[in-house]
């Protein structure tokens, strides 16, 4: 009997691009020096009150328009009760059940394998996060700076079906949040983090009816894609395994953690339910009203997103489908695209250079295109040498490597080396009459058949010249020396 997989996501991310955390003053930034962004409230120190972040609101809301959720007339901030280190009020501000979360019911369209698929959305919240914790042989430390930092909750159905669908899910929210402006969403600064819930069930029962849904097992904060996706193909051969054997009844519903070294999931404890966070209305924040002006105007300022640029890309700027999903998979990328083809350079040569030579460039040195030296502006520069043919395709290669390696401007290297290309056909003429003097038995062999030949000669020309001949004259000229 074969089995389907029921997965459902509740992925976390920071708002990154608020200047003060969501309840305090702090500054809200990334910071390796611990406990540096730190207020009173943060610590919850007695006498010290929340004030609402409205800048965290406006990004939860409008990312609740894009997840095409229904926002609410007044919002309202609980308390979630629980001890636990990292959490210095012994509570988490949070949204739960009065009356209802930022966003509810909405559906998400991405793409997956080729194929649209679409997840239901059970709730979008703003939340605080809370502190992080540092692990060691016999302490642990806790860094405050994450104490407060907005958060979006988003919580799906369970309609995803594979760890790859799972993946792409998440891979499209990260799109979404970077595209809106909303945060980063950058796993390398613990701005995104999941929690997997995943349950099997006989693949000739009804689906919809969630009575015939299996034991859910929560798989707690996957700090990477990659994480995620081990971990749900872990637990479907897990839980497989347990079905076969006749002891999947006997499992209780449970909260696990994903170990990466051992690449399995481990049990943690028994799954607590909502009403043991005995959640009650946060007293010291009044209940928000939110206008119909406001969410209009909201509305009004989402920019353009993934889909959209993509569509742009294939349809006016006729880019294959592969070609448009590489450069939309990140902002910044999509960005750096936008600017070269802004600054009049040509899309399928703008396209080409951004998805080979600077994606291959910054994935092999693991850097973002943000710390990438050459910027839109420079690369530019080279593209636009050689698009003018004042440098060959060769020495644009060699440019641009030269450029990151000494960390100099295209316009200063090109002014003070000898790169410009020559095209001038009678000064390459003379060249290739001087080569073909020199080789006067290889071109024999040339017109007793040996064709390959042909780039021995082209090779000659620009050995001669250092690479800067004109490739396309140059064959020309030769052809026509041959032919004579």
Known sequence: MGYIAKIGLEMHC??????????????????????SNVRPVDMAFPGTLPVVNKEAVRMALMASMILNCKQPEYMYFERK????????KGFQLTQETKPIPVG?????EFECDNEIKSVR?????????????????????????????????LVTEPDLHSANEAVA????????????????????????????????????????????????????????????????????????????????DEMEQQTRRWDEESGTTIYMRSKVDAIDYKYFVEPNIPKIKISKSWLEEIRKSIPEMALDRKKKYIEKYN??????????????VSDYFEELVNNNID?????????????????????????????????????????SKKIS????KELFFKAIEEEKDPKELLKSSDMTQITDEKEISDIVDKVMENNQSQIEEYKNGKTNLFDYFVGQVMKETRGKANPVITKKLISQYLEK
């Open 14 to 35: 920071e708002v990154s691009e608020t200047n003060t955390k969501v309840f305090s003053s702090a500054r809200n930034s990334y910071s390796d020096i611990p406990n």
């Open 81 to 88: 009760n629980y001890y636990y280190p990292d959490l210095p």
């Open 104 to 108: 509810i019911y909405g559906k998400v």
């Open 121 to 153: 959305v059970n709730n979008l919240h703003l939340e605080e996060d809370a502190a992080s914790l540092d692990h060691y042989f016999s302490s642990s430390n806790i860094d405050y700076n994450r104490a407060g930092v907005p958060l979006l909750e």
């Open 169 to 248: 899910f998440l891979e499209h929210m990260r799109s979404v949040y970077q595209y809106a402006g909303i945060s980063e969403a950058d796993s390398k600064k613990g701005q995104i983090r999941c929690d997997v819930n995943v349950s099997i069930m006989d693949e000739n029962l009804d689906e919809e009816d969630p009575k015939n849904w299996g034991t859910k097992i929560e798989i707690k904060n996957v700090n990477s894609f990659g994480g995620v996706r081990d971990a749900i193909n872990y637990e479907i051969k897990r839980q497989t395994e347990l079905k076969e054997n006749g002891k999947y």
């Open 319 to 332: 880019l294959s489908d592969y070609d448009a999903t590489v450069l939309v998979k990140e902002k910044n």
């Open 347 to 387: 899309v399928k040569v703008a396209a080409n250079w951004v998805t080979v030579q600077v994606l291959g460039y910054i994935n092999k040195h693991d850097i973002s295109i943000n710390d990438f030296y050459l910027k839109a502006e420079m690369l530019g520069t080279i593209l636009k040498a050689l698009g």
């Open 393 to 396: 395709s060769k020495q644009a």
